[in-house]
C-alpha cells in the first residue's frame, strides 16, 4: 500500500466529523462575533476543518488564512478546496495561485494559502484574526512556550481541536504484554520529539491556557473510535487505519526494547484484522474553545475582509 499523507487527512474526514465535541461546538456558535470574521488556521493540511465551517453553517463570510508547513498539503489544499466547493454547488473564483475565493447565496469564504512554519508565520503575521483554529497540532508543538505564541494569531477565540490525550486501544488483543509495550513505546516517542510533542497534550492544556492568560470557555473529549460496521469500515476508514499502522511502523521499527520480528508480525496482524473488519481502534482526545478576551463590538468592526 502506498501512504499520502493528504489522503490519510481526506480518510480521516468522516473519523473527525464524529469525534469533534458538540458542546464545544455550541460554545463556539454562541461566542463567534457577527460576520464577515478573519480565521488563521494553523497545520491546517488541506482544508477539511475549512471545509467544516462551511458544511455544519458555523460560518458564513470569512477571510481565511491556511497555513501549514508541508508544500504537500498546501499543493492538495488549492487542488481538493474548489473540487470539494464545486461539488457541493458552489462557485469557485481563482484570484491567484496562493488565493481562492468560496461562495454561493449565503457563504462567501475568501482563502489564502500559507506555504511557512506557523512559527515563521507568527513573525510576519499583520493583523490578529477573530479565530484561530489548530486542529490535531498542537500535540506536535513544544509546550508551554508554543502557546502565548498561538495566542498572539486571535484577538478573541481559539478553537483548539483533536488534542491527544494519552490513550491509544487497540482491540482484539493480540498479546496482552506486547500490546501494552508498543502502546506505551509508541506514546513515548511523541514525547521524544526533537521538535516538541507531548502524549498527555489535552490534560495539560488546561493549564497552558491559563498560563498564557487565556480562558478555557469550554471544554470536551474527542475521542476516535473507529470500527466496522457489518464487517466494512465507513468512508475511506480503512485507510485511515492502515495510516494508524503506518504512523506505528514509522515511529518503533528498529526500537531496542522491541523484538523486530515480534512487532513485524503484530504489524502484519493488525493489517490482517483491518482487511477482516475486526480492528477497533480509539484514541483519547480533548477539544477547547479558549478565549482571549471580549468580542469586538459589531459597531467597530470592518465590513471589509
Not at 482563502?111 to 500535540?139: R, Y
Not at 508480525?265 to 478576551?293: P, T
Request: hydrophobic share 45%.
Amino acid at each position: 500500500m502506498e501512504f499520502s499523507f493528504p489522503h490519510y487527512l481526506l480518510s480521516k474526514q468522516s473519523v473527525d466529523d464524529r469525534a469533534l465535541n458538540k458542546t464545544v461546538i455550541d460554545a463556539l456558535k454562541v461566542n463567534l462575533p457577527p460576520a464577515p470574521i478573519r480565521i488563521i488556521e494553523v497545520g491546517a493540511g488541506i482544508g477539511t476543518m475549512m471545509t467544516r465551517l462551511l458544511r455544519w453553517e458555523l460560518v458564513a463570510k470569512t477571510s481565511y488564512i491556511l497555513v501549514d508547513e508541508m508544500a504537500q498539503n498546501i499543493d492538495s489544499a488549492r487542488r481538493w478546496i474548489p473540487l470539494w466547493a464545486v461539488n457541493a454547488g458552489m462557485s469557485v473564483e481563482r484570484i491567484e495561485q496562493n488565493e481562492l475565493r468560496v461562495f454561493d447565496e449565503t457563504h462567501d469564504f475568501c482563502i489564502q494559502f500559507e506555504c511557512a512554519d506557523v512559527f515563521d508565520f507568527i513573525k510576519k503575521n499583520p493583523a490578529p484574526a477573530d479565530l484561530l483554529i489548530a486542529h490535531a497540532f498542537l500535540d506536535l508543538l513544544p509546550m508551554p512556550e508554543s502557546m502565548p505564541k498561538l495566542l498572539a494569531l486571535t484577538k478573541h477565540l481559539a478553537w483548539l481541536t483533536i488534542n491527544f490525550d494519552g490513550v491509544t486501544s487497540l482491540e482484539p488483543a493480540i498479546d496482552a504484554g506486547l500490546d501494552e509495550r508498543i502502546e506505551r513505546l509508541y506514546h513515548a516517542t511523541m514525547d521524544a520529539r526533537p521538535t516538541g510533542g507531548d502524549s498527555r497534550a489535552g490534560r495539560h492544556l488546561f493549564s497552558h491556557l491559563r498560563k498564557a492568560g487565556a480562558e478555557v470557555l469550554a471544554a470536551g473529549a474527542s475521542d476516535w473510535v473507529v470500527h466496522a460496521v457489518n464487517g466494512k469500515y465507513p468512508a475511506d476508514e480503512k485507510y485511515f487505519l492502515n495510516f494508524i499502522l503506518h504512523f506505528f511502523e514509522e515511529s518503533l521499527t528498529g526500537h531496542s526494547e522491541l523484538n523486530a520480528a515480534d512487532f513485524a508480525n503484530w504489524i502484519k496482524e493488525r493489517r490482517a484484522q483491518i482487511e477482516r473488519g475486526e480492528l477497533v481502534y480509539i484514541a483519547h482526545q480533548m477539544d477547547f474553545l479558549a478565549s482571549r478576551g471580549d468580542p469586538p463590538s459589531e459597531a467597530k468592526r470592518s465590513d471589509k475582509f
